[in-house]
């Protein structure tokens, strides 16, 4: 299991998905508080290749032994690629959320809506307010 | 019973300790995992693993009509065992409908009954029901004994060294003995549910730490093992579970328990059911279902062939034997054949399935 991290360098959704910008294309995946959320993930279910996701839309689903969750998209794009290695072995999720772990690359419909969505800073104080709840 | 908070066992400490994720079981808090149910439930079919089920309830039987209110209350045929020896069983209501399913343990001088947590009251309230006007002692047990399930091909090896005695090595399937474990005095039963060789030992409630503490630091370790592993687990040899393969709504029959209830006598509650269902079978049968495909069924989805709606799954997960989604499911009897494909729409997906032969998975061989 990885330790709890929010790399700057992402941007995340509310749904407690990440965004890492990479020119007109983004890597989307789940965060820490997320996969710790879910537990011990087992299964991925990808969407296509070629298919559109929308911003807070959800793409596909991950599963743990007792649960499933909903991967909410951040931003709206076309999927280019997903990760095989993940449907393989789902557990990458876990050990590796921001690495390994990633789940979807897509070329964005419009890279500077992605500024609209949290910082590391906007998403920890986030994470710390539903704690209060 | 007005739990307002969930209760703890007195293992809480030590999962907390081991990084158990704790969840809300029948009003328990208990741990669900300690990290990875995968390796809790590898570790349990490779070595041996250690579930706390202290939240179990324990109702004892004495006195001179004990055993005919049991035959009375109870499916099996009590009168197959003996001291010593402990046998699965049901508990129906008058209409049939299962109260619970438990394990029925005949002690020297009295007989112990060993219930789902989530249906102690139940149990409680239907013995005390049935001992109307009997000569008998009942008392539960449930908030003094605490348990630990050990399970797994290595089960002798971590409990070897803790013993009082040999005794407990030598018990056969579902015989219990009185020993010591780590000096504590204990119940020690060759039973479990996980379809791998153990024990479930039941001690007083404040001193299972010390139990805990001398398997965790044995010469061979075990595993401690979360409910989420032991559902895994149970799933995979298709044993049922209350709360989702059994209820008062089903009978034995349907759930293909008629194994474990007394048919050449039919003397007891709820039989006349059980006698009709044989007689003229039932709409509904309990299957195994192994996926053919990616994906995991849950609880609650259909089961289809062709368009037409067939059953209900009651069970579903992946199985970290297998690797594919596994479960149980009521099908329209006449589909209740090992082999027949079967779809199973997971959230609008359809899978492909197959009604598969319980258990899922082959059992240990060092299984009974």
């Not at chain 1, 407690?16 to 789940?30: L, Q, T």
Request: aromatic share 8%.
């Amino acid at each position: 299991m990885a330790e709890e991290t929010y790399p700057e360098d992402l941007r995340y959704h509310r749904e407690h998905d990440w965004v890492r910008v990479e020119g007109d294309e983004a890597i989307f995946g789940i965060t820490w508080f997320a996969q710790d959320a879910l537990g011990e993930v087992v299964f991925y279910e990808p969407p296509a290749v070629g298919s559109t996701v929308s911003a807070d839309a959800t793409y596909g689903e991950l599963e743990s032994v007792k649960a499933v969750s909903d991967i909410y998209a951040p931003a709206d794009g076309e999927v280019i690629a997903i990760n095989d290695a993940v449907v393989a072995s789902p557990g990458l999720v876990n050990s590796d959320p921001y690495g390994e772990g990633w789940l979807l690359r897509v070329r964005l419909t419009n890279p500077d809506a992605v500024s609209g969505l949290m910082d590391q800073a906007a998403y920890t104080a986030y994470l710390a307010g539903l704690g209060d709840a | 019973m007005t739990a307002i908070s969930p209760r703890t066992t007195s293992l809480y400490s030590r999962h907390l300790a081991a990084g158990a994720k704790l969840g809300d079981f029948a009003g328990w808090q208990m741990p669900l995992d300690y990290g990875s149910p995968r390796s809790e439930h590898l570790a349990v079919r490779a070595s041996v693993g250690m579930f706390d089920v202290s939240h179990m309830g324990q109702i004892e039987v004495a006195g001179r009509d004990a055993r005919e209110l049991l035959t009375w209350a109870l499916t099996n045929n009590l009168g197959a065992i003996g001291p010593g020896q402990g046998q699965y069983t049901l508990m129906l209501t008058d209409d049939g409908g299962v109260i619970d399913d438990l394990i029925v343990y005949a002690l020297l001088d009295r007989y112990m009954l060993v219930v789902n947590a989530s249906n102690r009251n139940a149990c409680w309230e239907r013995i005390q029901e049935c001992a109307a006007g009997r000569d008998v002692e009942i008392a539960d047990r449930s908030d003094e004994v605490a348990m630990i399930a050990l399970q797994g091909p290595e089960w002798m090896n971590a409990l070897g060294p803790l013993v009082g005695s040999p005794s407990p090595l030598g018990l056969e399937y579902f015989e219990i003995t009185e020993d010591m474990v780590a000096h504590v005095p204990a119940l020690i039963a060759r039973t479990g549910y996980t379809g791998e060789p153990g024990v479930e030992i039941m001690c007083p409630w404040e001193s299972a730490p010390r139990v805990w503490d001398a398997l965790l630091r044995g010469a061979v370790p075990a595993v401690p093992a979360g409910l989420v592993a032991r559902d895994t687990l149970r799933t995979e040899m298709g044993y049922p579970l209350y709360g989702n393969e059994l209820s008062r709504d089903r009978g034995p029959i349907a759930a293909v328990l008629s194994w474990a209830c007394d048919t050449t006598k039919f003397g007891f509650a709820g039989a006349e059911t059980v006698e009709r269902d044989l007689a003229n079978g039932v709409a509904e049968k309990l299957v195994g279902v192994i996926f053919d495909e990616p994906g995991i069924p849950r609880a609650g989805q259909d089961v289809l062939i062709g368009d037409r709606v067939v059953g209900v799954m009651s069970s579903g997960t992946l199985s970290p034997s297998l690797e594919c989604g596994i479960g149980m499911a009521y099908i329209a009897s006449e589909f209740a054949i090992v082999g027949t494909e079967i779809v199973v729409d997971v959230r609008g997906r359809k899978r492909q399935a197959h009604v598969a032969r319980r258990p899922l998975v082959a059992r240990s061989p060092r299984t009974d």
